[in-house]
């Protein structure tokens, strides 16, 4: 629809000015400031299979649990009838327990992958924070002009950080 794809071009373009003004400034520093950009890029490759592979599984999972109870609810005299409580309530525990087992695995792969972005986006930043302050102390470039490269990093840095938010 148009309402989504004008927000995405604003964004976009705006992306692309910050890069071109950073890019206008200090080139070396905004090669560092963006040096990160294809780190997250293979990092999201890699995990990003790999968790909705996982998180369809856990779905599943639930599935499984839940037809265990809706199959017992559905035949519930059949079950009192032939005593078999026991034997339901176990397939019910065993379906659940590989739910939660599957959910516990993702949550370690998840954290893995946040932990990862987290890092890189911090390191990235660290580096251009360094640079950035060297090269205002040998007046390349203004304390006013190296805030506004890091702002315009962290405004560029928060769309790669809601990414790895919305894989889980």
Known sequence: SVHGVIPLLTSAFTHVGMIGVTMQMDWQLALVA???IPVLYVLTAIFGNRLKRRWKEVYHLDSSAMSVVQEALSSLRVVKAFGTEEREQQRFVRESSNAVRKKIDVAFVQGGYDL???LTLAIG??????????????GALSLGQLLMVMSYLAMLHEPLRTLGKRLG
């Open 34 to 36: 963006l040096g990160d």
């Open 116 to 118: 990862l972005i987290g």
């Open 125 to 138: 930043s660290a580096g251009a924070l360094y640079m950035g302050i060297q090269h205002v102390r040998s």
